[in-house]
Nanobody, 129 residues
Framework: QVQLVESGGGLVQPGGTLRLSCAPS?????????IGWFRQAGWQDREGVSC????????YYTDSVKGRFTISRDSVKNTIDLQISGLKSEDTGIYYC?????????????????????WGKGTPVTVSS
């Protein structure tokens, strides 16, 4: 059974940095057609933050995180990592890892989360002074 396990969340001051990791079981990170990070804050809709595709590693970032978030695949650790810098209060939320083995559109298209087949349980990120 495929599982995605997130780690690395926590309480961080504004302007701080954090590194989230997603470890998939039952396969390699390079097996996924697209895998990425999503977040949900309170009552707000879930938002696709960043996704990475198989092959050439096409990356997608939502506008609000461009220049601050970096997604990467670590083939040695077999993880999908999200390096976050310049944290803002609006980055607060539960961060989920999700992915799909099946192509249902472009990396950007699939980063809306609708086509993702597997989801982790999430890791909380709180940005507060």
């Amino acid at each position: 059974q495929v599982q995605l396990v997130e780690s690395g969340g926590g309480l961080v001051q504004p302007g701080g940095t954090l590194r989230l990791s997603c470890a998939p079981s039952g396969g390699r990170v390079t097996d996924w057609y697209v895998i990425g990070w999503f977040r949900q804050a309170g009552w707000q809709d879930r938002e696709g933050v960043s996704c990475i595709g198989r092959g050439d590693g096409t990356e997608y970032y939502t506008d609000s995180v461009k220049g601050r978030f970096t997604i990467s695949r670590d083939s040695v650790k077999n993880t999908i990592d999200l390096q976050i810098s310049g944290l803002k209060s609006e980055d607060t939320g539960i961060y989920y890892c999700a992915g799909s083995f099946v192509r249902m559109g472009s990396v950007q298209d699939m980063c809306d989360g609708v086509s993702m087949d597997y989801w982790g349980k999430g890791t909380p990120v709180t940005v507060s002074s």
